[in-house]
Protein backbone atom coordinates (compact mmCIF):
# COMPACT_ATOMS: atom_id res chain seq x y z
CA UNK A 1 0.00 0.00 0.00
CA UNK A 2 1.63 3.25 -1.34
CA UNK A 3 1.09 6.01 1.74
CA UNK A 4 2.43 8.68 3.87
CA UNK A 5 2.54 8.79 7.50
CA UNK A 6 3.17 12.36 9.34
CA UNK A 7 4.40 11.91 13.07
CA UNK A 8 5.86 14.38 15.55
CA UNK A 9 2.37 17.41 15.98
CA UNK A 10 1.61 18.66 19.11
CA UNK A 11 0.95 21.36 21.46
CA UNK A 12 3.95 24.08 22.29
CA UNK A 13 4.02 27.24 23.58
CA UNK A 14 4.43 30.48 22.09
CA UNK A 15 8.95 30.06 20.74
CA UNK A 16 8.64 26.48 21.44
CA UNK A 17 9.59 23.77 18.36
CA UNK A 18 8.17 21.05 17.18
CA UNK A 19 9.72 18.86 14.37
CA UNK A 20 7.52 16.66 12.19
CA UNK A 21 8.12 13.44 10.42
CA UNK A 22 6.90 12.30 6.90
CA UNK A 23 7.30 8.54 6.04
CA UNK A 24 6.72 7.22 2.99
CA UNK A 25 5.82 3.70 2.39
CA UNK A 26 5.45 1.42 -0.37
CA UNK A 27 7.36 3.14 -2.56
CA UNK A 28 10.38 5.41 -2.30
CA UNK A 29 10.90 9.43 -2.47
CA UNK A 30 13.42 9.48 -5.48
CA UNK A 31 12.31 11.59 -8.28
CA UNK A 32 9.46 13.05 -6.05
CA UNK A 33 8.92 16.93 -5.11
CA UNK A 34 7.57 16.62 -1.21
CA UNK A 35 5.76 19.29 0.29
CA UNK A 36 4.56 20.30 3.83
CA UNK A 37 1.14 21.88 3.31
CA UNK A 38 -0.87 23.42 6.32
CA UNK A 39 -4.89 24.74 6.74
CA UNK A 40 -6.06 26.66 9.79
CA UNK A 41 -9.86 26.03 10.41
CA UNK A 42 -11.60 28.54 7.75
CA UNK A 43 -8.38 29.30 5.98
CA UNK A 44 -7.51 27.50 1.82
CA UNK A 45 -4.04 25.57 2.44
CA UNK A 46 -1.02 26.51 2.09
CA UNK A 47 2.11 25.50 1.08
CA UNK A 48 4.51 25.81 3.60
CA UNK A 49 8.08 24.24 2.48
CA UNK A 50 8.51 22.03 -0.15
CA UNK A 51 11.67 20.03 -1.49
CA UNK A 52 13.02 18.55 -4.54
CA UNK A 53 14.32 14.52 -3.89
CA UNK A 54 16.96 15.21 -6.74
CA UNK A 55 18.72 17.85 -6.27
CA UNK A 56 17.76 18.60 -2.32
CA UNK A 57 16.61 22.56 -3.85
CA UNK A 58 14.11 23.77 -1.09
CA UNK A 59 11.46 26.70 -0.86
CA UNK A 60 9.97 28.21 1.79
CA UNK A 61 6.95 30.36 2.31
CA UNK A 62 8.00 34.03 3.57
CA UNK A 63 5.64 33.22 6.83
CA UNK A 64 8.29 31.06 8.12
CA UNK A 65 11.41 31.57 6.33
CA UNK A 66 14.58 31.64 8.91
CA UNK A 67 12.18 29.57 11.32
CA UNK A 68 11.33 26.49 9.38
CA UNK A 69 13.73 24.11 8.03
CA UNK A 70 12.89 20.71 5.58
CA UNK A 71 15.02 18.08 5.36
CA UNK A 72 15.33 14.88 3.33
CA UNK A 73 16.38 11.29 5.49
CA UNK A 74 16.97 9.21 2.42
CA UNK A 75 17.79 6.45 4.85
CA UNK A 76 14.45 6.11 6.45
CA UNK A 77 12.64 7.24 3.03
CA UNK A 78 11.30 10.24 4.93
CA UNK A 79 11.37 14.08 5.24
CA UNK A 80 11.48 16.34 8.25
CA UNK A 81 10.04 19.62 8.93
CA UNK A 82 11.96 21.27 11.84
CA UNK A 83 9.76 24.20 13.35
CA UNK A 84 11.49 26.87 15.51
CA UNK A 85 10.12 29.95 17.36
CA UNK A 86 6.85 28.59 16.47
CA UNK A 87 3.76 32.10 16.82
CA UNK A 88 0.33 31.02 17.25
CA UNK A 89 -0.55 31.80 13.63
CA UNK A 90 1.49 28.49 12.81
CA UNK A 91 -1.63 26.58 14.09
CA UNK A 92 -2.92 24.02 11.47
CA UNK A 93 -3.14 20.42 10.39
CA UNK A 94 -0.23 19.80 8.72
CA UNK A 95 0.08 17.67 5.57
CA UNK A 96 2.80 15.99 3.54
CA UNK A 97 2.41 15.08 0.50
CA UNK A 98 4.39 13.69 -2.51
CA UNK A 99 4.44 14.15 -5.95
CA UNK A 100 6.27 13.41 -9.68
CA UNK A 101 9.06 15.83 -9.76
CA UNK A 102 8.89 16.26 -13.68
CA UNK A 103 5.03 17.60 -12.57
CA UNK A 104 6.42 20.91 -11.39
CA UNK A 105 8.49 23.42 -13.46
CA UNK A 106 9.89 25.26 -10.73
CA UNK A 107 10.94 24.60 -6.67
CA UNK A 108 8.69 26.87 -5.88
CA UNK A 109 5.64 25.59 -8.16
CA UNK A 110 6.10 22.47 -5.66
CA UNK A 111 4.63 24.22 -2.97
CA UNK A 112 1.59 26.36 -5.09
CA UNK A 113 0.59 23.56 -7.41
CA UNK A 114 -1.41 20.99 -4.85
CA UNK A 115 -3.46 19.35 -7.54
CA UNK A 116 -0.47 17.86 -9.01
CA UNK A 117 0.28 16.01 -5.99
CA UNK A 118 -0.18 12.52 -6.20
CA UNK A 119 0.05 11.27 -2.52
CA UNK A 120 -1.09 13.25 0.94
CA UNK A 121 -0.75 12.08 4.47
CA UNK A 122 -3.53 11.50 6.59
CA UNK A 123 -2.47 15.67 8.77
CA UNK A 124 -1.01 16.02 12.19
CA UNK A 125 -1.96 18.96 13.94
CA UNK A 126 -0.07 21.58 15.80
CA UNK A 127 -1.41 23.88 18.43
CA UNK A 128 0.96 26.82 19.10
CA UNK A 129 -1.01 28.57 22.18
CA UNK A 130 0.35 30.56 25.25
Known amino acids: QLQLVESGGGFVQPGGSLRLSCAAS????????IGWFRQAPGKEREGVSCISSSDGRTYYADSVKGRFTISRDNAKNSVHLQMNSLKPEDTAVYYCAAGWLAMFPTVQTMCVMTSAYDYWGQGTQVTVSS
Open 26 to 33: GFTLDNFA
